[in-house]
């Protein structure tokens, strides 16, 4: 079945580092490719996404980058704020390949940005 | 507010106890989606919605978990004689189906802990 691994956490990062959070997937059709994010006390919102090979998704300053070749999604960003410490998600949607038309999500990363 | 909303927020329930759960999504949206998150880990996705036809079901669903979404509108999802191993964050999210991956928007959560 579709699964996606992402590295575990806590990351913790000083302000104005730069962020990458690993992101791999495994998938029996092509699937589409999203990074969600949840704030303290907030529900899960849309980050990021990417639909086919070699797509680039881009919001706030983060970006991720759809790599076929490599199953991989990685989540960068150049310059972190204190305002982005949150839990990150990766997360897929294949229902071309008979899997459920829902999300497959990682477990998640924690994300510590200290001043 | 014209999210996704969940309701009740939180919910303590003794072994055995049906509890139910409500999610009202935002009004255009024709999909919905149940998914169940505990801790350390990712939404796992449970069940969704087209309208008021349920479309796919996880095998994570057992028979005692049942949902609805009867005039295509709020959804409610119900578990029958709980278990402590139903205590975990149950998510709701909506989206608009136009035969592309769009976003989805979720809720809050209702937070169950079977004791």
């Known amino acids: 079945g579709d699964s996606v691994t992402q590295m575990e956490g806590p990351v913790t990062l000083s302000e104005e580092a730069f962020l990458t959070i690993n992101c791999t997937y495994t998938a029996t059709g092509y699937p589409s490719l999203f990074w969600y994010v949840q704030y303290p006390g907030e529900g899960l919102q849309l980050l990021l996404k990417?639909?086919?090979?070699?797509d680039k998704g881009s919001n706030k300053g983060f970006e991720a980058t759809y790599r076929k070749e490599t199953t991989s999604f990685h989540l960068e960003k150049g310059s972190v704020q204190v305002s982005d410490s949150a839990v990150y998600f990766c997360?897929?949607?294949?229902?071309?390949?008979?899997?459920?038309?829902?999300?497959?999500f990682g477990k998640g990363t924690h994300l510590i940005i200290q001043p | 507010d014209t999210g996704v909303s969940q309701d009740p927020r939180h919910k303590i329930t003794k072994r055995g106890q049906n509890v139910t759960f409500r999610c009202d999504p935002i009004?255009?949206?024709?999909?919905l989606y149940w998914y169940r998150q505990t801790l350390g880990q990712g939404p796992e996705f449970l069940t969704y919605f087209q309208n008021e036809a349920q479309l796919e079901k996880s095998r994570l669903l057992s028979d005692r978990f049942s949902a609805e979404r009867p005039k295509g509108s709020f959804s409610t999802l119900e578990i029958q004689r709980t278990e402590q191993g139903d205590s975990a964050m149950y998510l709701c999210a909506s989206s608009l189906d136009t035969g592309a991956p769009l976003e989805a928007f979720f809720g809050q959560g209702t937070r169950l802990t079977v004791v």
């Open positions: 997360a897929l949607s294949d229902p071309s390949g008979g899997g459920a038309d829902g999300l497959t």
């Open positions: 009004s255009e949206h024709n999909r």
């Open positions: 990417a639909t086919k090979a070699d």
